[in-house]
Structure formats: structure tokens, C-alpha cells
């Protein structure tokens, strides 16, 4: 790092440690001191960021738990696993498919491939299982238990491309009490939500089994003007289940088996031609999010299925617990879209919206998907050692193919390419932490990784008469050591202090969308140093609970991926560094009896350190705003913040109950916020997504216990449309967020 970096970075953390400071003051409501503490107390947060269960003040790292009621209203009317967004400090997520392959972005790294075996650095954790494949990670939520989101590297004991962090998926497990749930809405647009689960004992103290469903359901909203068709578009039917037996034949043995299905049958990202004001980045006069005006739209579909399983065995020692899962996942999908979003071709009129180059109608599909993995480890404690030792295993082979269609010729096929990938993966890890004194801690942990890829890719028919490829191989191999080494300090029983260092890896991407290019493109692997420091607190009583972290990172060798652009191809290049900076706080506080507030902000600089690095920008119609590259066509992007990435991120949530009866009426709202994005790696005006806040609310009537409620609801009330994202390549495309939706919910429990 060069002398002006590190000072720079200086200043951003005492900067960052500043705001960090006045935002816990503003957000620490005051309480008079005699006030009774047993009705307002907070309940205690229980996390497992560190694969064993303890104190969320006492893990040092920065991270983030949403559980009870703000998920469970999150998730109203049928919203995907994007609903997260936002709603987490540095937390960001999109999707150009639609209700499948969300792209994550933490502290502002993630990937904008949308290529069906992009590699993310953001991993996903479910039930103890790493989905790999970006279609996997578009599994619905449903009877959830929490929902975890570590920051920052976590090689050390989850491995899998972690550099950026973890979403972290834990449903709820089979007991030997006899309990459920069931709750059913609807809502605008004809749409449902229907789940439920039931679990208990099957033998008394032996086996215990839980299943959960789930449905949701859309009718078509979007008009086609070009059609004439009204409800053209927009719905969409899924269902998933989940089963689960809990074997305990011993105390010192238990087995839980966890069977899983999900499918989709809906529609594509809605990508909507020229909606975007030339030379602004403000969505044209008179949009409306209910029409489009597409000649492919009624070739459009996207279907995923999707089944796994794990087999989680724990076995006592009498002190060291040694722990197995074993895991499948098997999913395939197609998903069909009008990519140019409009009709016609300037050369083959009627064309419109506004100018359409040419015509682009694709589709990708995953016709062969399997993933299997194993992670065998022991853990234990010993006086004051505690610690983790493993080894994880991990195969993936995927087969690809990508079609581009004539949509002048009613959808002839004239683009046929396949990509073949098969990924090993394996590696040794330790972890652990030791207590010099009762109140100072030090931890550490070390990774070893070895990875290897065998990829190939052909194209058989192209689009723009290139002809067909040879086979095209790629092998990439790498390894390396990944750790963190981390500190904490217990000012009082109440607060801590804690300093972490962590170091993550990623393994090499390849690219091969061979429709518009003739060669394959390869990422070497990326590197992580990261720095943060923090506090956790409990205050007045626990009536409040406050964390916040100042961070830095540096990436050696960060994977971009080039989408779009004149060309219309796909390519993974490396910047040479990235550098990102700031700072993140959560607060949650119960004042009174009945009434809680929590809160959640992030200041997230990044940027990119590469003088020679460039790329290509879009196409003709849109004001780039990067100076020319040394090559023709390109431009430089170095000093560039890194695509999707906000600035700030803020949200809220507050909630208040009146007794009434034998029960409660209950008002909660919430409310998210982030600042403006940038698409692409280049900066254009027209493709910026203005800063975007959104709300939901929620009232009803609770009975006694929980038994039962009812409630209305509504979600981005404001009706706020923005830009979530942008097509280049053609025209000034782009798709947008859901508009409100507001329905009714009735839920009970058992």
C-alpha cells in the first residue's frame, strides 16, 4: 500500500470511528435511571457465526441477526430472498434473472455476471450447506428460525469464496414438542402466500421429524401494448418443502436427515426498453411499471427445479463433539427473455420504444446441475481453550447451455453455445480462540485451500455469422492460506471491544458465453486483507443494544466481470487492486413496555486502484463520463467505485402494541434506504440508480400467545419506482422495482 493510500485510509477509519461514535449517541434514547428493567429488558441475540452457539456481543466480527417479526413482515407478499437488501448494514442485493440468482454484495464487493456458473464472493450458507451455483442461492425463505450476515472474510471456517462474507440460513429444527405454524395473505396483483410447517416427537426422546411448505403465487399484471395484451406478464407459481428427522438414540448421538424441493414456474426479469431520459439517469416522463411494449414477451419464461438433501451427524466425546455433513444439491432451470425489452429493429419498423438497434431475444439454461459436499470437524474446550478443527470437501459439475433467437423470425433459433465446468475443491482448517484473563480473549484461525477447474466451452451457431468454435479448454488450479487473527476485550459484563484481521481468498472464474465472442476468458484468484475494530453494548438495564465497527480492505488481483458494452460480450478481467473503506452500526432499544426500535446504518467507500485497467463501454445513446483508454473503443475506469455499491445504507423498524382483551393490537413499520449505484465498471450517466427508500407497515390484532393474528399490510407503501438495473448494450433498457402491494394476513400457531 503506498504512503498516500495508508494515510488516506487513516483518515477514512478516525473518520468512520467519529460517525460510528456520534450515531450511537443520536441512536441511544435516554432513560431515567430508576426505571423498572424486567418488562423493557431485551432478549438475549444467539448466533452461530462461529459454528458454535454464544452471545452475538461476544463474536469478533461485524454482523448482523434478523429473526421474529422483522423477517417474518420483510417477506409479506411473496417477496424472494432480494428482500434482504438494504435491510442490513452494507447488505445489497439484485437480479437481473427475477425471482432466482440473486447477486450479493457486502461492503460493496459482489459480482455483476449474470453467466450460469459465476463465481460470487459473497457465499450462502444454508443449513450448514455452501450453495455454490447462483441459481441455488435463489432458494425461498420459509419457516426460518434467523437469518445471519457476517462482513468481511470468512475463509477461516467457512471457506468457498468468502472473501466478502456469509449469508447465513438457519431454518427451524425438529423438537420433541409438538408444535406448528400455518399463515396464508393476499394481496395486490392476485398475490398469495400460503406456508406452514408441523414438528414434534415421533418416539418419545428419540425421533422427532418437522415438515414445512410453502406456496406463492402471482397472477400476470404487466400489459403488453405492443400485443394488446392485458395481464400479459409479471406471474409466477412456486412451491417448496422441507422435511427433517432428528435421530437422538443416545445422549451422546444425534443424526438429522434434511430432504428439500423447490420449483419455479414464472417469468424473467421484465427488462423495459429506452426507460431511461437520455443524458439522465430519471426514468422517462409518464413510466408505468404495469405495461411494456415487447415483441418476445410471449416466448418468455423461467423455470427452476431444485431437490437436496444433508445428513448432519453429532457425536460427544464427553467434551469434544465431532460433527459430519454430508450434502447433495441437484437443480436445473431455463429462463427465456426479450433482452432489448421493445419491438422491431430500426432496420425492420414498426420499432419501439424509442430506438431499438437491433433485436436480442436469449435464453440460458442449466440442463445438468450436481453438487456434493462433506465437512468432518471437532470441536471442543479445554480450560480456557476453545477451538475448531476440520477438513471440507467439495464437487460441482454444471453444464450450460446459452441460445439466442431470431426474434424478427418469430423466435428462430441463431445462437447455440455449451460450457461444461467441474469444480474440486478441498481444504484442512483450524480455529480457535483462548482466555488470558476473564475479561481479555484472543482467537485466531488458518485455512489451507486447494482448488482445480475443468472447463470447456464450444458454440456451434452464432448470431452475428461468426461461425462455429472449437472446443475451448481452460484448467485453472490454485491454493492458498487464508487467516484471521482477532481480539476482544470485556470493558464491563455489558461492552466489549474487538479487533479482527482476516485474510480471503477466491478461486479463479472462467467465463465462457461464447454467443458473441470466440474466446473464454479467465479471472486468476483474488486476495483480501481486511482490518476492522468495533464495540458491542448492552445499556440501561439491556434496554438498549448498540454495535458498531470502523473496517479496511485491500484486494490483490479483484475478479471484475465486463458485461455488455458495443460488443455484447461477456469477459472476466482482474483488477490490479481495490481499495474500500467505512464504517457500520446497528442499535436495537425497547424504551417502555411494549414499544422497540431498531436501527441499522453503513458508510461504504470503494474504489478502484488499477491505472491501466479499461473496458468497453455502451453502445451508442448513452454520455459516458470515463476518459478514453489507450486502446480504441475503451475506456479507463481506474478511481472508479466498484459496480453496485452504495454509499450509505440505512434502515429502520419500529414497533408498538396496546393490550386489548385477551390480546394485542400491533403496528410495525420498516423502512430501507440506499444511495445511488452504479451499474457498470464505466461511469454513463443514464445508468446510475438513484438513491431508493422503501417501506413497508403492518397492523393487526395479536391473541394471547401468539395463537393467532390478523393483520393488513403493505410494502413499498410510498410507491417509489427506481432503476435497479440496466441493459447496455443496445438501448437505454433497464428493470425496476416491485410497486406496492398491499394485502391481508391471518396466521396461527400451534
Not at 81 to 91: G, H, N
Not at 468 to 482: E, G, Y
Request: glycine share 10%; net charge negative.
Amino acid at each position: 500500500m503506498s504512503v498516500i493510500h495508508s494515510h488516506r485510509a487513516g483518515l477514512a477509519a478516525g473518520s468512520a470511528v467519529a460517525a460510528v461514535l456520534l450515531a450511537g449517541a443520536f441512536a441511544t434514547p435516554v432513560f431515567a435511571a430508576d426505571a423498572a428493567p424486567s418488562a423493557t429488558a431485551l432478549s438475549e441475540i444467539i448466533v452461530t457465526a462461529q459454528k458454535r452457539s454464544e452471545n452475538i456481543n461476544d463474536v469478533p466480527e461485524s454482523l448482523t441477526a434478523i429473526g421474529g417479526e422483522k423477517l417474518d413482515v420483510i417477506r409479506s407478499s411473496g417477496g424472494d430472498i432480494r428482500v434482504l437488501s438494504a435491510r442490513v448494514p452494507s447488505l445489497l442485493l439484485e437480479s437481473s434473472f427475477g425471482r432466482t440468482f440473486p447477486r450479493p454484495y457486502i461492503r460493496g464487493l459482489g459480482n455483476t455476471d449474470f453467466d450460469l456458473n459465476a463465481s460470487q464472493p459473497v457465499s450462502f450458507v444454508y443449513d450448514d450447506v455452501v450453495l455454490e451455483n447462483p441459481i441455488l442461492k435463489g432458494v425461498p425463505l420459509f419457516d426460518i428460525d434467523q437469518v445471519e450476515v457476517l462482513r468481511g472474510p470468512q475463509g477461516t471456517l467457512f471457506g468457498r469464496n468468502t472473501p466478502a462474507g456469509v449469508l447465513k440460513f438457519d431454518s427451524v429444527k425438529p423438537s420433541q414438542t409438538f408444535g406448528g405454524y400455518a399463515e396464508a395473505s393476499g394481496a395486490t396483483y392476485g398475490t398469495v402466500n400460503a406456508e406452514g410447517a408441523v414438528g414434534g416427537p415421533i418416539i418419545a426422546d428419540t425421533l422427532s421429524g418437522r415438515i414445512s411448505a410453502l406456496y406463492q403465487h402471482r397472477d400476470a399484471w404487466i400489459d403488453n401494448t405492443f400485443t394488446h395484451d392485458n395481464n400479459a406478464t409479471g406471474g409466477y407459481d412456486e412451491y417448496a418443502l422441507r422435511g427433517q428427522l432428528l435421530l437422538t438414540p443416545t445422549p451422546n448421538f444425534n443424526a438429522l436427515a434434511n430432504l428439500h424441493y423447490f420449483h419455479l414456474d414464472g417469468t424473467p426479469q421484465i427488462f423495459r426498453a429506452n426507460i431511461i431520459t437520455p443524458g439522465t439517469d430519471n426514468l422517462v416522463p409518464g413510466f408505468d411499471p404495469e405495461k411494456i411494449a415487447q415483441d418476445a414477451q410471449k416466448r418468455s419464461f423461467q423455470k427452476v427445479k431444485e431437490v437436496g438433501g444433508s445428513l448432519k451427524m453429532n457425536y460427544d466425546f464427553g467434551g469434544p463433539v465431532l460433527t459430519s455433513i454430508t450434502a447433495y444439491e441437484h437443480v436445473t432451470t431455463l429462463s427465456h427473455g426479450d433482452i432489448d425489452g421493445g419491438f422491431g429493429a430500426v432496420f425492420a419498423p414498426p420499432s419501439g420504444p424509442g430506438l431499438i438497434p437491433f433485436p436480442s431475444e436469449s435464453a440460458d439454461g442449466l440442463p445438468y446441475h450436481a453438487q456434493w459436499s462433506e465437512e468432518l470437524r471437532l470441536a471442543g474446550k479445554h480450560d480456557a481453550l476453545s477451538y475448531t478443527v476440520g477438513a471440507f470437501y467439495f464437487f460441482e459439475d454444471v453444464k450450460i447451455d446459452s441460445f439466442d433467437y431470431n426474434t424478427l423470425a418469430n423466435g428462430a433459433l441463431d445462437g447455440f453455445a455449451i460450457q461444461h465446468q467441474k469444480t474440486t475443491s478441498w481444504a484442512l482448517f483450524g480455529n480457535a480462540d483462548y482466555k488470558l484473563t476473564s475479561a481479555w480473549t484472543v482467537g485466531g484461525g488458518l485455512r489451507y485451500s486447494n482448488d482445480s477447474k475443468d472447463f470447456l466451452a464450444q458454440r456451434f451457431i452464432s448470431p452475428i455469422g461468426g461461425g462455429a468454435t472449437p472446443v475451448l479448454r481452460a484448467n485453472p488450479n490454485s491454493d492458498d492460506v487464508s487467516f484471521n487473527v482477532n481480539t476482544t476485550y470485556a470493558l464491563t459484563d455489558d461492552t466489549n471491544l474487538y479487533a479482527r484481521a482476516a485474510k480471503g481468498y477466491r478461486a479463479p472464474s472462467i467465463q465462457g458465453r461464447l454467443l458473441f465472442g470466440d474466446t473464454i476468458s479467465v479471472a486468476t484468484k483474488e486476495t483480501l486483507m481486511s482490518y476492522e475494530g468495533g464495540f458491542k453494548s448492552y445499556l440501561f438495564d439491556h434496554r438498549v443494544r448498540v454495535d458498531a465497527d470502523a473496517f479496511y480492505y485491500k484486494v490483490d488481483n479483484l475478479q471484475l466481470t465486463a458485461v455488455g458494452g458495443g460488443a455484447n460480450f461477456n469477459r472476466l478481467i482482474n483488477a490490479a487492486h481495490a481499495e474500500g473503506y467505512g464504517f457500520e452500526f446497528n442499535g436495537e432499544a425497547q424504551p417502555i413496555e411494549r414499544l422497540i426500535f431498531t436501527a441499522g446504518l453503513s458508510y461504504n467507500h470503494t474504489q478502484i486502484d488499477d491505472p491501466h485497467l479499461t473496458t468497453q463501454p455502451c453502445g451508442d445513446g448513452c454520455t459516458v463520463l470515463d476518459p478514453a483508454g489507450a486502446l480504441p473503443g475503451t475506456v479507463n475506469i481506474d478511481g472508479n467505485s466498484l459496480p453496485n455499491a452504495p454509499r450509505w445504507i440505512g434502515n429502520f423498524t419500529a414497533g408498538y402494541s396496546i393490550p386489548y382483551g385477551d390480546g394485542e393490537f400491533f403496528a410495525f413499520t420498516d423502512w430501507a434506504y440506499r444511495s445511488s449505484v452504479n451499474f457498470f465498471l464505466y461511469q454513463a450517466k443514464e445508468f446510475t440508480g438513484q438513491h431508493l427508500l422503501e417501506g413497508g407497515l403492518r397492523l393487526g390484532y395479536r391473541a394471547a400467545g401468539g395463537k393467532w393474528e390478523a393483520a393488513v399490510f403493505g410494502r413499498n407503501i410510498t410507491n417509489r419506482i427506481q432503476l435497479e438495473g440496466a441493459i447496455d448494450f443496445d438501448n437505454l433498457t433497464g428493470f425496476v422495482n416491485d410497486p406496492r402491494t398491499v394485502g391481508v394476513e391471518v396466521k396461527t400457531k400451534f
